[in-house]
């Protein structure tokens, strides 16, 4: 049984820059990777799939973007190249092709863990867990199964093109980043599109000239903590921004809000609420999370507003024009899949934590691990890229250098006041 001082699970983005920060403190450590460096970037994303947040916020522990497109956005397979040569930059002891079967106290000690994989079983005083804000898709009542009637259902994450798809309609299920990206692709390669539309979070890609995630940083929302929010349960449910990683003007109409959508051809329903064989019953309660959703964008748009007049920036950006209502035509309540046409049942309804291999117990409620900063209640224990797991951009790519300096702080002994000082643009 091999063993080391510290297990990180994971060789994505919080568990590289878990990593590097490891690294550079020269503590002992070992990555266990169940396919290569960003496995879920290579095997559960779309093929046209870009990164929503502009180039620019692509930082790392000791390293950040440097190419010539600081607002353009990276493809999925370019975010990959990117993390291979980050692990590459600091030779990351990342080893591939290893699942981890379970995680429980070790038999030799308390104060230490046993990580069992498909090659072999190890020891380790401390772990970090980095496996990502994804975990298991979630179904809404009557898709969780292969099969609606006529219609095969697959989760966003099995997409991959639409040529892949059987001929015919396709169901979207889901309107956030990931639902409204697909029909947007859906609809442009000739399909009929319906997406049923739940709960959503409506933003424009730019705002008075500047990306809507510079205006999240200026505003400081994305530094904004979790001891910040009343319900913890609800800001880590938060719906992704009903964006997609390209400029507008890339295209004639480049926006994939509702209304967007709406006049490329998809039509748009209230949520799904349950399935009866081939028979689909949607909610009349469309309209409803359109007020929502434009409620809530006009709050932001309006602290942006008030951002600029503060900062004395009104002749430095543009007039705020703002997004339009979106019209609503008449939707069903009722779909019968095989009278529509649809083949295919796309489910982008997020995910759930899903953590089937962990025997410890710091599982929370909602099957999320519990924890403060990253430090669970078990000596040594530790998790990095949570959904909001001390601020709001805690899952992104930069944010993830926040949470991974107060980890290895605490792990390695070093104050708070370390881990506070170490920041995107500091770390080494």
């Known amino acids: 049984m091999p063993t080391v001082d510290t297990l990180v699970i994971g060789a994505g983005h919080a568990g590289l820059a878990t990593s590097r920060l490891l690294a550079v403190a020269g503590h002992d450590h070992v990555v ?27 930082q790392l522990p000791g390293s950040r973007y440097g190419g010539s497109d600081p607002d353009g956005f990276t493809p999925a397979s370019g975010f990959v190249e990117m993390l291979e040569a980050y692990a590459a930059s600091f030779a990351a ?14 038999e030799r000690a ?5 990580v069992s994989t498909d090659a072999g079983t190890w020891d380790a005083r401390n772990l970090v867990i980095a496996t990502g804000a994804h975990g298991h898709p979630v179904f809404p009542a009557g898709t969780d199964r292969s099969h609606m009637g006529p219609a095969r259902v697959i989760a966003a994450r099995d997409y991959r093109n639409p040529d892949l798809l059987a001929p015919g309609g396709v169901l979207v299920v889901g309107a956030s980043a990931s639902g409204v990206q697909i029909a947007d692709e859906l609809v442009h390669s000739g399909r009929q599109v319906t997406l049923a539309v739940g709960r959503h979070t409506r933003m424009p890609r730019t705002y008075r000239g500047m990306d809507i995630y ?11 903590t979790i001891e910040e929010r009343a319900d913890l349960a609800a800001a880590r449910r938060e719906n992704s921004l009903q964006l997609i990683g390209r400029r507008e003007g890339d295209q004639p109409d480049s926006s994939v809000d509702l209304g967007a959508l709406q006049r490329r051809g998809v039509r748009l329903t209230g949520r799904l609420v349950e399935t009866s064989g081939h028979v689909v019953h949607l909610a009349d309660d469309l309209p409803e999370w359109v007020r929502e959703a434009d409620r809530a964008m006009h709050r932001f748009l309006d602290a942006v507003d008030d951002h600029v007049q503060a900062s004395r920036l009104t002749n430095e950006v543009w007039p705020p024009l703002r997004p339009g209502p979106v019209p ?6 009722r779909l019968d899949l095989r ?3 649809i083949t295919t049942v796309v489910v982008a309804a997020g995910y759930r934590p899903d953590h089937p291999w962990l025997r410890l117990p710091i599982l929370a409620a909602d099957g999320s691990i519990a924890q403060r900063r990253g430090r669970t209640e078990l000596p040594g224990v530790y998790t990095v890229g949570q959904r909001f797991q001390h601020r709001r951009d805690s899952a992104f790519i930069r944010g993830a250098t926040y ?14 006041e370390d881990a506070s000082a170490i920041t995107p643009e500091s770390a080494a």
């Not at 002891?93 to 070790?106: C, I, L």
């Not at 308390?110 to 046993?114: E, G, V």
């Not at 609503?328 to 309540?333: D, F, I």
């Open 93 to 106: 002891p990342v080893v591939e092709g290893t699942t981890v079967e379970e995680v429980r106290h070790s």
């Open 339 to 341: 009278t529509e046409g």
């Open 328 to 333: 609503l035509s008449p939707s069903p309540t």
């Open 110 to 114: 308390t104060s230490r863990y046993a």
């Open 32 to 58: 266990l990777e169940r396919g290569q460096v960003g496995e879920r970037w290579r095997s559960e994303r779309w093929d046209s799939l870009h990164l929503l947040t502009p180039n620019w916020m692509l």
């Open 403 to 416: 949470d991974a300096a107060a980890v290895v702080a605490h792990l390695t002994d070093h104050s708070p």
């Open 214 to 224: 510079w205006w999240l940083e200026a505003t400081g929302r994305l530094a904004r």
